[in-house]
């Protein structure tokens, strides 16, 4: 669906994904599915929520994961 949307876990990634990096996806999937690059002004609050949304869940995801081969970090 995104294909700008990078995989953010070892191996595709060395290290632990940065806050930046879960945001930018995160902003990607939302434009995306909202099919707005930048919203308008009376769309803009429930934009920036989704994205922060997402991202959160992203960040919870990215912490949960168990890849095999790859050591944890904690």
């Known amino acids: 669906m ?9 191996p595709a ?3 632990q994904a940065t806050e930046d ?13 909202s099919g707005f690059r930048a919203p308008a002004a009376h769309n ?14 992203t960040a919870q995801l990215l912490d949960g994961l168990e890849v095999r081969g790859a050591s944890r970090a904690s």
């Open 13 to 15: 990634l060395p290290e």
């Open 44 to 57: 803009r609050e429930v934009f920036d929520q989704a994205v922060e949304m997402i991202a959160e869940a």
């Open 21 to 33: 990096e879960i945001h930018a996806a995160a902003l990607q999937y939302v434009r995306k599915v």
């Open 2 to 10: 995104c294909r700008s949307i990078k995989t953010l876990r070892p």
